[in-house]
């Protein structure tokens, strides 16, 4: 477990990459993937959004822009989940840059399976990586420019607990890897409460000051879609279940 794009060697790549933001990049691609959408592709960089998805009919691409929280001006959305329905996704790729979340999905493109994670879809996750039984596994949480986001560290802790129970496995054979025993911790004190803990964190906080109370109340649902968004050409993740 990597928490932050920052630490995650470049020049390897693990068989299996999980990427996390959990408010609220991941979670708005499971849930644009769940309502329809034909494809989520992701860009740290605004400008390569524009001249890749200019090529795309208008009728057939939406533009996700979101910096600081914010919507861009002149995109069609910003980052919120619910902004994602059937009616405005269906059958649409979604063009989308965020301000870390799809920047983490840069960072480990390279490997050979990408997967994007939050809490909505941890019970996906967990079964494919479960039914893979990849040999190398990372858990990159997007964090914030850099910095440690306990809303990330408490989903890689999610999806941490229910692999080791898959594998019947305990913390103690997995000696040395400090990151994964915190965050299993954090998720064992805080399972029952995850939106009180969303509200102590610092993005959590920078989203109610902008209102998005519901989009934090929807990001802390645990297990409620079925869907598993996996990368199937650099940068494009579709819906693999
Ligand atoms: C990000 O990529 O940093 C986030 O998803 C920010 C947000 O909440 O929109």
């Not at 025993?181 to 964190?201: M, P, S």
């Not at 802390?220 to 968004?229: F, H, R």
Request: hydrophobic residues 45%; negative net charge.
């Amino acid at each position: 477990l990597y928490h932050t794009p920052e630490l995650t060697p470049v020049q390897n790549v693990a068989d299996c990459a999980i990427a996390i933001d959990v408010l609220r990049a991941t979670t708005t691609i499971v849930k644009a993937l769940s309502v329809g959408a034909e494809a989520v592709q992701v860009f740290s960089d605004l400008d390569k959004l524009m001249q890749e998805s200019a090529a795309w009919a208008p009728e057939k691409r939406l533009r996700a822009g979101e910096r600081g929280g914010g919507k861009v001006a002149g995109y069609d959305l910003g980052n919120s989940p619910l902004d994602c329905t059937s009616e405005r996704m269906h059958d649409r790729r979604l063009f989308m840059s965020t301000t870390n979340g799809t920047r983490a999905l840069e960072i480990v493109q390279a490997s050979p399976s990408v997967l994007a994670a939050a809490l909505i879809n941890r019970r996906a996750v967990v079964d494919y990586v479960l039914s893979q039984r990849p040999e190398t596994v990372w858990i990159v949480g997007a964090g914030w420019e850099g910095s440690f986001a306990l809303e990330d560290t408490v989903c890689a802790g999610a999806i941490a607990h229910s692999l080791l129970a898959g594998l019947n496995c305990t913390l103690e054979e997995l000696a040395g890897n400090d990151e994964l025993a915190a965050a299993v911790a954090l998720y064992e004190q805080w399972k029952d409460n995850l939106l009180g803990l969303f509200h102590l964190a610092s993005h959590g906080k920078r989203l109610l000051r902008l209102d998005c109370h519901d989009d934090l109340k929807y990001c802390a649902q645990t297990d409620v879609l079925d869907v598993l968004p996996i990368q199937r050409e650099i940068g494009v993740l579709v819906r693999n279940r």
